[in-house]
Each structure stands twice: as structure tokens, then as C-alpha cells.
């Protein structure tokens, strides 16, 4: 089985940055997208960015020019790189691989293994 373990999530102020890492590790398949979603308190998990193959990035509107993400698969790590952060953007991030093309890259149901989820906690 495939695992996947986010790092990298902290407390930091407004403006501030934050480097999200995410392992894979175990019988890894092959892998189609990866991407980031969040969830806040009394919200619905949200995508946030996403890769798939042969294909450009996708962010979702409210973090576009602010968060990159990309992927070393020399390494099986995905990476989001997170500037100028707002209160809005606290929440815990989790890792997501698909192993067919989804139906959207930032739709959850388009995703079968999930990571355990990382704190982002941004205050001002």
C-alpha cells in the first residue's frame, strides 16, 4: 500500500510563508494527479492546487499567485509553497494522489489515497 505523510505546516503571521512537503512512500502506483485540499472547522474540505500529469497546475482562485505547487518524482514528494498567507488560509492541509484522471483536479472524489493532514495556523 501506497502512504502518503504531509509536513511542514506551523503557526506563523499574516504575510508570512510556509513550504508544505508531501512523502510517498510504500508500493507506490502509478499516479496520475497529486494535489492539496484543506478543511477549516464547519467547512467542507476544499482543493486548494493540484498537478496531473502532462498537464498544468491548478489553484483554486483564492490562493492563485500566492501558493505553487509542484512535485519531485525523483523523490515522490509533493511540495506547496505557500506566500503572503492569510487568516483564511488556516486549516489542516492533506496530500491526495489519484490514480486515474479525475473528473476535476481539485474535486476530493476524484482521489483514493489521502495523507493524515498537516496544521496551518496563520494568525495576525
Known amino acids: 500500500q501506497v502512504q502518503l505523510v504531509e509536513s511542514g505546516g506551523g503557526s506563523v503571521q499574516t504575510g508570512g510563508s510556509l513550504r508544505l512537503s508531501c512523502a510517498a512512500s510504500?508500493?507506490?502506483?502509478?499516479?496520475?494527479?497529486m494535489a492539496w485540499f484543506r478543511q477549516q472547522p464547519g467547512k467542507e474540505r476544499e482543493g486548494v492546487a493540484g498537478?496531473?500529469?502532462?498537464?498544468?497546475?491548478d489553484y483554486a482562485s483564492s490562493v492563485k499567485g500566492r501558493f505553487t505547487i509542484s512535485r519531485d518524482d525523483s523523490k515522490n514528494t509533493l511540495y506547496l509553497e505557500m506566500n503572503n498567507l492569510k487568516r483564511d488560509d488556516s486549516g489542516m492541509y492533506y496530500c491526495a494522489l489519484s490514480t486515474v484522471i479525475p473528473r476535476r483536479t481539485l474535486g476530493s472524489d476524484g482521489y483514493s489515497v489521502w495523507g493524515r493532514g498537516t496544521q496551518v495556523t496563520v494568525s495576525s
Open positions: 510504500g508500493d507506490i502506483p502509478s499516479i496520475y494527479c
Open positions: 498537478i496531473c500529469r502532462e498537464s498544468v497546475a
